[in-house]
């Protein structure tokens, strides 16, 4: 099942981005700072800093999975060459992986939440590539796949399997790939209760519209939603990263078409909590929170000033973009487009202090590959912006054997 959770039509991104301007003219009131950490910061990037008065823009030393540690630090995750599994091989044991509950049993919670602890590299230090899950045979060199996880739950908030677990199991264990998570619960939340999603039904009720009272009403639920599917997946993977991509366009609970919209403070201790239930189930998670597009400039300050004041514990950011418009995200952007100075991946990894990982988005809103034609030097121009990684969802035939040319010849991701 594929979901399609962004916008793709230019006039409702952009009557959507005009509501989350009107929504932030009016200010919300910041939640505390978290505690300052020790943390020794990196250098400063030698780039135009970001000009905001809390130095979001400042970027902490990245954590290092302990088995990358002893390895060159130029070399790739896995063999370039390797093939992985054939995807067209049957699943073993196609059966039901159950959710783990929080009953006798249960693996502790031992991960941390410090927002501090910034697992930066989970692919290593060289640029990775990936592909959607169902795509791996005719993308054998990829480093990651990503597959969508969440429709599981139902119209009451249970969730009675994993299908992640099964996947994780019978085919990333046999392999050398980082799995990767669209983790879309409360989308799919809202689907089962009759909430599509903004662009497939426009018209009626949505995820634009009553998302944020699903949100309010069945808050803990979703945060357990999040927690049991963490504590599965810890079981059936518990060694390797493994990278969450939260909800797609998760700022839209804060916009105007709300019917009770939630404040940017109110979305960030959200945020914190769901992310904190993740890693305090899943020590191996990396937490990856979405920078939608079409947010205004105001917008784009005002969710992430309250993603630093919550303190949330996240990794990286992840975004839907091109790599051949000059470092904006969107290939009609420009410095004259309504939100011309934050929509930019080096102004986004500054103000949050975050590497990137960019996809070319699915179903309705999904884009050409403008990642693995590039020239070199645009990869390495977007690699100096702060982009680690690229989800080309829809490969080109050719698409294996040129990231295999072309990503030897890339710099480094890591500082």
Not at 320 to 329: Q, R, W
């Amino acid at each position: 099942m594929q979901a399609t959770n962004f916008l793709s039509s230019p006039s409702v991104r952009h009557a959507r981005a005009l509501l989350l301007l009107l929504a932030s003219a009016g200010g919300c009131a910041p939640a505390q700072d978290a505690p300052a950490t020790d943390d020794e910061a990196l250098e400063a990037d030698e780039a135009d800093e970001v000009d905001t008065p809390d130095s979001l823009a400042a970027e902490r030393r990245p954590w290092v999975w302990p088995w990358l540690r002893p390895r060159d630090a130029g070399a790739p995750v896995a063999d370039a060459g390797a093939p992985v599994r054939d995807a067209s091989t049957p699943v073993r044991d196609a059966g039901i992986t159950p959710v783990a509950d929080a009953g006798p049993g249960t693996p502790p919670a031992t991960g941390s939440c410090r927002a501090s602890d910034i697992k930066a590299t989970p692919f290593g230090c060289t640029f990775a590539w990936g592909t959607a899950d169902d795509k791996l045979q005719s993308a054998p060199n990829v480093q990651f796949a990503a597959k969508w996880v969440g429709y599981e739950v139902d119209k009451a908030g249970k969730i009675a399997r994993c299908d992640g677990c099964t996947w994780l199991k019978n085919d990333v264990a046999k392999s050398a790939l980082v799995p990767v998570y669209y983790a879309y619960f409360i989308g799919f939340f809202g689907h089962a209760n009759g909430f599509a999603d903004g662009n497939q039904e426009p018209n009626k009720p949505n995820l634009t519209t009553d998302g944020a009272n699903l949100i309010r009403q069945n808050r803990k639920a979703i945060v357990e939603m999040y927690a049991q599917y963490a504590r599965a997946s810890r079981e059936a993977f518990p060694d390797r990263p493994l990278v969450w991509l939260l909800e797609g366009d998760h700022v839209q609970y804060a916009g105007e078409s709300q019917k009770n919209r939630l404040s940017y403070a109110e979305l960030a201790q959200f945020t914190a909590e769901v992310s904190c239930a993740i890693k305090a189930n899943m020590p191996n998670a990396v937490v990856a929170i979405n920078h939608s597009t079409w947010n205004p400039d105001q917008v784009t300050h005002d969710f992430w000033g309250a993603i630093k004041s919550a303190g949330v514990a996240y990794d990286l950011v992840w975004t839907t973009g091109v790599a051949n418009n000059g470092g904006f995200l969107e290939q009609g952007g420009s410095a004259g487009s309504y939100n011309g100075k934050t929509a930019t991946y080096r102004y986004v990894s500054q103000l949050t202090g975050r590497k990137i990982l960019v996809d070319t988005s699915y179903g309705l809103s999904a884009m050409a590959d403008s990642w693995s034609t590039a020239s070199v030097k645009t990869l390495n121009d977007r690699i100096a912006d702060g982009v680690i990684a690229a989800n080309v969802v829809s490969p080109a035939s050719s698409f294996s054997q040129t990231i295999r040319t072309i990503t030897p010849q890339l710099s480094r991701v890591c500082r």
